[in-house]
């Protein structure tokens, strides 16, 4: 039992595999998990039974299994956390609350996977020959060089920031907010802009890997859209968690956590409330949010370990994304009752918003953002940053202003 509880402890506990063969450990179950979804022969009952040690192994790979770099073990665990979320719900909650059968057509999983960046022609629905409307047709206007373009600037971004950003030790992010407030926001304002080139090199690998792999090379702009759509310029959280944020995760998200607990709510409260959409809809959202929370929960208990997440940082996640949840319902209620004391040439006003709202915002994020970033800040996953080529110089740019470079960098420097 000592054993077991010490291999669960995640952190440095963790199997060293590497990269290639942790990546493996968790295809191989999701290969086989999909094969069985896609199959119409095998029985609900006989999937499910087969999907249990499948889904369990899944969701262990990033606990006991480590890439021994930082950066891909963020993305294990975001990948094992997000399948296992997806095909539970294909498995599991589907077939027992809404008796829908343990299956999917190859189709709807590649619209699914792809839904994030790419948008697909809606089939028809009307039932009337007479109104059919063809689907509408992307004409394909631009090559996969493109892609590399875009790919090379937000590489180029990624190296210049990161550059600045491994000045900084762990301890010196820990503490900026108390010692360095005006760093601490510039840092934060960096953080986002950032974290949007580095979701849009993602994103663009994928888009580089469908337009070579499955369109011959070229694609149509009008249907691609990038990952992340600069959230620095957000004016209300609403925009920046429905809109600017990368949506990679959104149908898992939506499959296991929005759909049923507007479900349940909706069928607990429907003999008792008049109208207990407004409610469903309310859980659902939060529902959302704390599945994310819960996700980058995982993320710093598989990377820090155990003794270390429960200690300084269990929960911080989850608060994060849960108080995000309540702001952006805040938000909804603030405009109801705008709309009805103020004209909608003030509420549009430049002043309203451009100024007031994104103060809104960006002091939201100030003072919760903390609670994000710190147990990224002690794992300190910018370390193994691919980008370095420009590190040099950056850190030379920093040393040729003296004493004002160190006083915008971190101890490292």
């Known amino acids: 039992m000592n054993s077991l509880d010490t291999l669960l402890q995640a952190?440095?506990?963790?199997?060293?595999?590497?990269?290639?063969?942790?990546?493996?450990?968790?295809?191989?179950?999701?290969?086989?998990?999909?094969?069985?979804?896609?199959?119409?022969?095998?029985?609900?009952?006989?999937?499910?039974?087969?999907?249990?040690?499948?889904?369990?192994?899944?969701?262990?790979?990033?606990?006991?299994?480590?890439?021994?770099?930082?950066?891909?073990?963020?993305?294990?665990s975001v990948a094992c956390f997000n399948l296992f979320l997806r095909l539970f719900e294909f498995y599991w909650i589907s077939p027992v609350l809404y008796g829908k059968p343990v299956y999917a057509h190859p189709d709807y999983i590649y619209t699914e996977f792809w839904a994030s960046l790419c948008k697909f022609p809606k089939p028809n629905k009307k039932k009337n020959d007479d109104d059919d409307i063809k689907p509408k047709v992307y004409i394909k206007d631009k090559k996969w060089y493109h892609i590399v373009s875009y790919m090379v600037y937000h590489a180029f971004i990624c190296d210049i920031v990161g550059s600045w950003w491994s000045t900084f030790s762990s301890q010196d992010i820990l503490v900026m907010?108390?010692?360095?407030?005006?760093?601490?926001?510039?840092?934060?304002?960096?953080?986002?802009f950032i974290l949007n080139s580095v979701f849009n090199m993602f994103g663009y690998s994928l888009h580089l890997f469908h337009c070579i792999y499955y369109d011959n090379g070229s694609y149509s702009d009008e249907q691609w859209r990038s990952l992340m759509k600069n959230p620095i310029l957000s004016t209300s959280l609403e925009e920046l968690w429905s809109t600017r944020w990368h949506q990679l995760l959104h149908t898992?998200?939506?499959?296991?956590?929005?759909?049923?607990?507007?479900?349940?709510?909706?069928?607990?409260?429907?003999?008792?409330?008049?109208?207990?959409?407004?409610?469903?809809?309310?859980?659902?959202?939060?529902?959302?949010?704390?599945?994310?929370?819960?996700?980058?929960?995982?993320?710093?208990?598989?990377?820090?370990?155990?003794?270390?997440?429960?200690?300084?940082f269990m929960g911080q996640q989850l608060f994060f994304f849960f108080i995000h949840g309540v702001g952006m319902t805040l938000e909804r209620l603030v405009a109801k009752v705008a709309k009805k004391y103020m004209s909608s040439a003030a509420l549009e006003s430049f002043l309203v918003k451009h100024i007031i709202q994104r103060i809104w915002v960006f002091s939201y994020a100030f003072f919760t953002f903390p609670f994000f970033m710190d147990g990224f800040a002690y794992w300190g996953i910018w370390n193994d940053n691919p980008f370095t080529f420009t590190r040099p110089f950056v850190y030379q740019f920093f040393h040729s202003i003296v004493p004002n470079g160190r006083n915008l960098c971190g101890s490292l420097l």
Request: aromatic share 16%; hydrophobic share 55%; with cysteine.
């Open 11 to 76: 952190g440095d506990t963790r199997f060293q595999t590497g990269i290639p063969i942790t990546m493996m450990i968790f295809s191989i179950p999701t290969g086989l998990l999909t094969l069985l979804l896609v199959n119409e022969k095998i029985s609900n009952h006989a999937k499910q039974f087969l999907s249990i040690p499948l889904l369990t192994f899944i969701f262990l790979t990033p606990i006991l299994f480590s890439c021994s770099n930082a950066i891909f073990d963020l993305l294990s």
């Open 177 to 192: 907010r108390q010692d360095r407030p005006i760093l601490f926001f510039v840092f934060l304002f960096v953080i986002v």
């Open 252 to 312: 898992s998200w939506v499959a296991f956590g929005f759909r049923p607990a507007r479900y349940i709510t909706r069928r607990l409260l429907a003999k008792t409330v008049k109208n207990p959409l407004p409610i469903a809809l309310f859980m659902g959202t939060l529902a959302v949010f704390a599945l994310s929370g819960l996700m980058h929960e995982f993320i710093i208990f598989n990377n820090v370990g155990w003794s270390i997440y429960s200690r300084f």
